[in-house]
C-alpha cells in the first residue's frame, strides 16, 4: 500500500475550487474548455444511462449502484468512519477501498474527501433519501478538498486499494449542527481514456452535533430472542427420568458462545431501554436441554417412531443452555428493559387469518399459545411480561390478521411502516403509536430506520453505512420538531444476526451519547399520545405484500394440524392420564404453526408429518387386532373380537361395536363399554345368531363413550363363515320326532303295565337316560358351547370379556378361552369359534 501523497494545501492545479466547478466536484485548472466539455459530457451520459437509485434491500446507503462504465470504472467503498459523530475542531478518519472494476488500468489517480456543498446540512429526510438515489459522481456532492488526499498505484482490471484519509472537520466548513453528505471519491485517467475525470464515488452521513437542544426522541427497541422449534412430542424414559427429544442439535452451538443465541443477549445485555421479545418455546427447549435430552437422528424427524435407541442420540448442549438461561434472566432483569411474550412457539398469525380462519381449532390454538405463553416466559426468566402483543410476519398488516389478533386476545400490534404508510400532507414524522379501531393500537415502526437492519450487516462497509444512517435519520427526526418529543419504534427481523444486532447496539449507543435519542421501553412510546396527523387505517387483505403471501403456511399445512387437534382431542377422552400427552401434544401442535417456518418450509413439512405420526401410533395402541376369517359352527353361539392397549397407562371411556353386513342372515349383540389395563387386552364376547350358512362380512370399530360419541382409531374388516346350520335344525327334528315314539312307547307299556305285563329294563325309569345326541353320544344341552365354549366353565353371557396380557406372575388359569398362554388372543388371526 502506498503512503498517502503529500501536498501542500493546494489542489492539483494549484487554487482551490469553487462554485461553478464542473458537475463531477473537480477543480479545471488550466485544463482546456475542450478537455472539460469532453469529461463533462461523458459524465452526464453516465449519469442519464445510469438507473434510478433506490434504498437497496437491507436499507444501506450504497458505495455505488454497483454498475461501473468506461467513464466511471472504479467501485468505491466507506468502511469506517470515526468517529461516528463529528464535533467542533476535531477531526474524523475515513478508511475504505478503491477497486477497478473496468477493463483498463487506472493511471496517476488518487482519492480524495468532497466538502459537502455550500456547508449546508441536510435538513429534511427526504434530503436524506435524495443522497442515497445518486450513483454517478455528481456536483451536488461537494468539492473535493485538495488535502488530504491519497495517491493510489497503477490499479489493473480486478485490482483494489485500501485507503486512508484524516479530515480536519473545520475544513469541512460546516456550517452548523446538522446531517451532511460525506463523500470520497476516485480522480484520475485509465489507459484507454487520458482525460482526467471522476472515476468513482462512495457516499455516506456524516452528523455534526455540538449541543443538545432538542427534546430527545424516544427509541423503542424490539430485540428478538426467536429459533425456529426444536422440541419433538416425543420423550424418552431414562431410569426415572423423562428426557425430551429435540429435532436436532443446533440450539448447543447457538446458545454456547460465538452462537447466535448466546451473542444477542449478551450485546443486548450492554444496553438499557430494549424489549426483550422472546418466543417462550424457546425457554421451554432450553430449559429442557438443561435437565439432559436426546436428539433424533438425520432422517427419523418425520416417520414419528417412538424415541428409542435406534433413532436418537444424546445431545450435547446442556452445559451452554444452562448457562445462557443464567445470562438470560439476568439481562432482562436489569432497570428499564421490559419483556414481551411472543404466544407460545410464535405461530404465523398472518397465515391463519389469510388461510386458516374457518378451522375451528385454529382460534383454539391461538388462544392456549398466548395464554401458555405468559406462563412460560414469567415461570421461566422470573418477569413481569406483556403477553398481548402481536407481532404478525415481517409486521406486514391488515384487516385480517388484525381481526385474527383480536381474536388472541392481542390489543397491542408491531406493523411495518409500508403497512401503513404516512400521509403525504404529513411533513414530519409522527409518533409511532396510532389506534386503529376494534379497540386496539398499532405501534409503527419507522420502514426506512427498521430496513437498516434487515439483512446481515457483515462487512465493514455495510456496518458503517447502517450506523452514519442510523445516526443521520435518527438526528433529523428530533430536529424536525425539536420540542415536539416523538416515539419511534425499530422492528429488526425475528432472526435478527449477531453483527447486525452489535451494529444496532453500537448506533443505539452513540445516538443516545449524543442526546437526540433516549433508548425507551415499548410501553413507554405505546402509552403516548398519538399524532393526530399520522396514518391509522388499516389496509385490506387484498393490499398484503405478493412477496410476503407468498411464504405463507399453506391452507394444507393448517388443515393438516387442526386435524391433529381433533385426534388428540379423541385420544384425550379415553386416557385415565391424559396430562401425559395432551401437554407434549398441544405444544408440538402450536409449533407446527410456528412463523419460523416461512424460512425453512421442509423443516415445517417434517415437523409437522412427524407429529401427526407419532399422534397415530399412540392412538393405534389402542385398536382392535386384525383378522381375517372367523367360523361360526352352529346357528347360535359367540363371536369373540380382541381389544388391544400398548399404552402404558390404563384407557377407558371406549365401547366396542361389531356390526354385520347382512343382519337378516347373521345377529350379533349391541355393543359393550371396555376398560383396558396398560399394556394388556381383552376379548369381548358377542352373542351371536346365524340363520344362513355362508360367508358373512363385519366390522369391529372402538367408539368414545360420552355425550359426543366419536370412532376411535381404524375399523376392523373380517369375515364370519356359518357352518352346519341346517344340521343344527335337523338335530332339533330328530330330537323332536325321538321324543314323540319315545312318549308313544311309554304310553304303550303302560297299558302292559296294567295289564300284568314285567318292566323290561328292571327299575329304570323311562327317561332317566340321557338323550342321545349325533353319534350317539350325550347331547350338550347349551347353544353357547355349540358356538365355541364347551367345557369352559367360567365363560360369560353376550359381551363378556376377559383381560389379557396381565403382569408377570398371573394364574395361567385365568387366560381367557380363545387366549393362548401369553394372553395374546387366538382372534387375531384366522381361526375357528367353536368346538
Do not use: C
Not at 422449534?229 to 424414559?237: D, F, G, S
Not at 347382512?662 to 389395563?677: F, G, H, K, S, T
Not at 360419541?709 to 320326532?737: I, K
Amino acid at each position: 500500500m502506498s503512503e498517502p501523497a503529500r501536498h501542500s494545501g493546494l489542489g492539483a492545479y494549484g487554487r482551490p475550487g469553487r462554485p461553478g466547478d464542473p458537475a463531477d466536484g473537480r477543480r479545471p485548472g488550466r485544463r482546456t474548455a475542450r478537455r472539460l466539455a469532453a469529461a463533462l459530457g461523458a459524465a452526464l451520459a453516465v449519469v442519464a444511462a445510469a438507473p434510478a437509485g433506490a434504498l437497496p434491500a437491507g436499507g444501506n446507503v450504497p458505495a455505488t449502484d454497483g454498475s461501473v462504465s468506461a467513464e466511471s470504472p472504479v467501485i468505491m467503498t466507506i468502511d469506517t468512519v470515526a468517529p461516528q459523530v463529528a464535533s467542533p475542531n476535531g477531526t474524523v478518519t475515513i478508511t475504505g477501498h478503491v477497486t477497478n472494476g473496468g477493463k483498463s488500468v487506472l493511471k496517476g489517480a488518487h482519492a480524495a474527501v468532497r466538502k459537502p456543498s455550500l456547508g449546508k446540512p441536510l435538513q429534511r429526510r427526504s434530503e436524506l433519501q435524495n443522497v442515497v438515489a445518486r450513483t454517478a459522481p455528481l456536483g451536488a456532492d461537494g468539492i473535493e478538498l485538495d488535502s488530504p488526499q491519497y495517491a493510489l498505484p497503477e490499479l489493473a482490471p480486478g485490482q483494489s486499494q485500501a485507503y486512508t484519509l484524516g479530515v480536519a472537520v473545520n475544513d469541512l466548513s460546516l456550517n452548523g449542527d446538522g446531517v451532511y453528505e460525506l463523500a470520497v471519491d476516485a480522480w484520475g485517467s485509465t489507459a484507454d481514456n487520458q482525460h482526467e475525470r471522476a472515476l468513482g464515488i462512495a457516499r455516506t452521513f456524516l452528523t455534526y452535533s455540538s449541543n443538545a437542544d432538542a427534546q430527545p426522541t424516544r427509541v423503542a427497541t424490539v430485540w428478538p430472542l426467536v429459533h425456529g422449534p426444536e422440541l419433538a412430542a416425543q420423550t424418552v424414559a431414562e431410569g426415572e427420568q423423562t428426557l425430551s427429544v429435540l429435532r436436532d442439535d443446533s440450539l448447543a452451538t447457538e446458545f454456547a458462545p460465538g452462537g447466535r443465541l448466546y451473542e444477542l443477549v449478551d450485546t443486548g445485555s450492554k444496553l438499557t431501554g430494549l424489549t426483550w421479545t422472546i418466543d417462550p418455546d424457546l425457554l421451554d427447549t432450553a430449559f429442557a436441554m438443561t435437565k439432559g435430552y436426546k436428539v433424533q437422528k438425520p432422517g427419523t424427524e418425520k416417520n414419528g417412531k417412538p424415541a428409542k435407541d435406534d433413532n436418537v442420540v444424546n445431545g450435547t448442549g446442556q452445559a451452554a443452555a444452562t448457562a445462557w438461561l443464567d445470562k438470560l434472566r439476568a439481562a432482562v432483569a436489569k432497570p428499564g428493559n421490559q419483556v414481551v411474550a411472543l404466544p407460545y412457539a410464535d405461530p404465523d398469525v398472518a397465515s391463519i387469518a389469510h388461510n386458516g380462519a374457518d378451522l375451528g381449532g385454529m382460534g383454539t390454538a391461538l388462544n392456549k399459545a398466548a395464554t401458555a405463553g405468559r406462563l412460560t416466559v414469567e415461570g421461566r426468566l422470573s418477569v413481569d411480561t406483556r403477553s398481548d402483543v402481536a407481532w404478525p410476519y415481517q409486521g406486514y398488516l391488515d384487516q385480517q390478521i388484525a381481526g385474527v389478533a383480536k381474536q388472541a386476545g392481542s390489543d397491542l400490534l408491531l406493523v411495518n411502516g409500508a403497512s401503513m404508510p404516512e400521509p403525504d400532507a404529513l411533513n414530519h414524522t409522527p409518533t409511532a403509536v396510532r389506534p386503529v379501531g376494534n379497540g386496539q393500537n398499532a405501534v409503527v415502526a419507522d420502514e426506512t430506520v427498521s430496513a437498516l437492519f434487515d439483512g446481515d450487516l457483515s462487512t465493514p462497509q455495510a456496518q458503517t453505512l447502517a450506523t452514519q444512517r442510523f445516526l443521520a435519520e435518527t438526528y433529523a427526526i428530533t430536529h424536525e420538531q425539536p420540542q415536539n418529543q416523538r416515539g419511534l419504534l425499530v422492528l429488526p427481523p425475528r432472526d435478527l444476526t449477531v453483527s447486525t444486532a452489535k451494529v444496532l447496539a453500537g448506533a443505539l449507543q452513540t445516538a443516545a451519547g449524543g442526546k437526540w435519542v433516549e433508548p425507551v421501553k415499548l410501553d413507554t412510546v405505546a402509552q403516548a399520545a398519538p399524532d393526530p396527523g399520522a396514518a391509522t387505517a388499516v389496509p385490506a387483505a387484498a393490499d398484503y405484500p405478493a412477496k410476503a403471501r407468498a411464504t405463507e403456511l399453506s391452507a394444507t399445512d393448517l388443515s393438516n394440524t387442526d386435524s391433529v387437534q381433533y385426534d388428540l382431542d379423541t385420544l384425550m377422552q379415553v386416557l385415565t392420564l391424559p396430562q401425559r400427552v395432551r401437554g407434549p401434544f398441544s405444544a408440538a401442535m402450536v409449533r407446527s404453526l410456528s412463523t419460523e417456518w416461512r424460512s425453512d418450509a421442509p423443516g415445517g413439512d417434517a415437523y409437522r408429518e412427524g407429529v401427526k405420526k407419532y399422534l397415530g401410533e399412540l392412538t393405534g395402541a389402542v385398536q382392535v387386532p386384525k383378522k381375517t376369517v372367523v367360523t361360526l359352527a352352529g346357528n347360535t353361539g359367540q363371536l369373540q373380537v380382541s381389544v388391544r392397549n400398548d399404552l402404558t397407562q390404563t384407557v377407558t371411556n371406549l365401547s366396542l361395536h361389531l356390526v354385520s353386513h347382512q343382519q337378516n342372515r347373521l345377529w350379533v349383540a349391541p355393543q359393550e363399554d371396555l376398560v383396558i389395563p396398560a399394556a394388556q387386552g381383552v376379548t369381548v364376547r358377542f352373542q351371536a345368531q346365524a340363520r344362513n350358512n355362508g360367508p358373512v362380512q363385519m366390522t369391529a370399530q372402538l367408539f368414545t363413550t360420552g355425550p359426543n360419541p366419536r370412532p376411535y382409531g381404524q375399523a376392523q374388516n373380517f369375515q364370519v363363515e356359518v357352518t352346519s346350520v341346517t344340521n343344527g335344525v335337523l338335530y332339533v327334528f330328530a330330537g323332536g320326532v325321538l321324543l314323540l315314539l319315545l312318549a308313544a312307547l311309554r304310553f304303550f307299556r303302560q297299558r302292559k303295565r296294567r295289564a300284568g305285563q314285567p318292566h323290561e329294563d328292571g327299575d329304570q325309569p323311562i327317561g332317566d337316560a340321557g338323550t342321545a345326541g349325533p353319534g350317539g353320544k350325550p347331547e350338550d344341552t347349551d347353544d353357547a358351547d355349540d358356538a365355541g365354549d364347551a367345557g369352559d366353565a367360567d365363560h360369560g353371557g353376550p359381551g363378556d370379556h376377559a383381560v389379557e396380557d396381565g403382569p408377570a406372575g398371573d394364574d395361567p388359569a385365568q387366560t381367557p378361552r380363545g387366549s393362548s398362554a401369553d394372553g395374546r388372543d387366538r382372534t387375531s388371526s384366522d381361526e375357528k369359534v367353536g368346538p
